[in-house]
């Protein structure tokens, strides 16, 4: 599954590595790697195959799980496509409260005493996961587990989530990546190493 999710990012062009002309992040950084899973959405066979991936994660690490619900805004698509495939409810998680109405964070199915699998579009640090994570608990949610398309890969990822008590699960990772792109011919040893070095100066920050 890893490898095959590595490919369909790379052949719909979802995650690009340009060690040679780096990206520019929307936060300023200058990167060799930029990750742009909204694609998926917009090409037909992949996102089927993403979502049938999705599932097999889902029903593999969270069988009990009652709910589903989709970070704002790009865990929400996929959210809808596998909740549709499980026949569960499913709702998706604002990055703050409403300022008018009721002032939800949460829309859709009630989540309060109900099992719920997060679901993400890429890992990096974990921040923004986790926040909806806690805005699902602070809703009497039992957060089961986050599912994401794409890690980085970075170690302090791992420690937030250990911090919080809860587990992450990715389609693909940055290194099954790098090794596609390698057999591929995309990138060679010493652009593998600048990619390398940006994560774990990312790392350390």
Request: with cysteine; charged share 25%; net charge negative.
């Amino acid at each position: 599954m890893e490898t095959r999710t590595a490919e369909i990012l790379l052949d719909i062009n979802a995650v690009a590595l340009s060690p040679e002309a780096p990206f520019t992040w929307s936060s300023g950084i200058i990167s060799p790697i930029y990750c742009d899973n909204r694609k998926i959405i917009g090409d037909v066979p992949a996102r089927q195959e993403i979502a049938e991936a999705f599932v097999d994660v889902v029903k593999a690490e969270a069988p009990d799980a009652e709910v589903i619900a989709g970070t704002s805004t790009a865990g929400i698509p996929h959210a809808a496509f596998i909740s549709e495939r499980l026949g569960l409810p499913m709702c998706y998680v604002r990055g703050s409260k409403k300022k008018h109405g009721k002032g939800n964070q949460i829309e859709g199915a009630e989540v309060e005493g109900k099992k719920v699998v997060l679901i993400e579009d890429l890992i990096s640090t974990g921040g923004s996961s986790l926040e909806a994570a806690e805005a699902l608990k602070e809703n009497g949610a039992e957060v089961l587990a986050v599912v994401a398309i794409f890690t980085y890969g970075i170690p302090r990822a791992d420690e937030a989530f250990k911090e919080a008590g809860l587990t992450y699960h990715t389609l693909s990772t940055l290194d099954v990546l790098i090794d596609v792109s390698m057999d591929r011919g995309a990138i060679d040893e010493a652009q593998r190493e600048t990619i390398l070095q940006f994560r774990q100066k990312l790392s350390e920050k």
